[in-house]
């Protein structure tokens, strides 16, 4: 079973991520107060990107790695985990909080990641283990702290 870390939002495509305690997730729109909410997302036309994720192991690895420094947020997914391998969710039903979603594909960096944070070589870093796209299939409320398991 794993955990919450962190929760973020973009009000608006572009926009800085900013980070919030609790969000509401809304079954096929995504976290209330986000881009993807209301279809303004860099990917709002692909099928299944309502919800993203991304492991803290993941981001501790790269800077490692790659010697690079990743902000809280800066990786422009909504939800950052600990203790549950993201990758293994792909194609599997989930809860986080108290929503029930469905992995849809692994959420690989864009050349935009890099561009829009001008730190070389992140897009590199984050190959593989750069999250999960989720369709969410049960709204609920997902907070800092709530439980990530399988459905």
Do not use: K
């Not at 990107?49 to 420094?69: C, H």
């Amino acid at each position: 079973m794993g955990r919450v870390r962190a929760i973020h939002v973009a009000p608006e495509q572009e926009e800085p991520m900013e980070r919030v305690e609790r969000a509401e997730a809304v079954a096929g729109r995504g976290l209330e107060g986000d881009r993807y909410y209301d279809a303004d997302g860099t990917f709002s036309d692909r099928e299944g990107s309502d919800l993203t994720l991304i492991e803290r192991e993941a981001l501790v690895g790269a800077e490692r790695e790659y010697d690079i420094a990743l902000e809280s947020g800066v990786h422009r997914r909504n939800v950052t985990t600990e203790g549950v391998a993201l990758n293994h969710l792909v194609g599997e039903r989930f809860r986080v909080g108290d929503a029930v979603c469905e992995g849809t594909e692994r959420c690989e960096p864009c050349s935009s990641l890099e561009r829009h944070i001008e730190i070389d070589g992140v897009q590199e870093a984050l190959v593989h283990r750069g999250g999960l796209r989720a369709r969410i299939l049960e709204g609920g409320s997902i907070s800092e702290g709530a439980t990530v398991e399988r459905a």
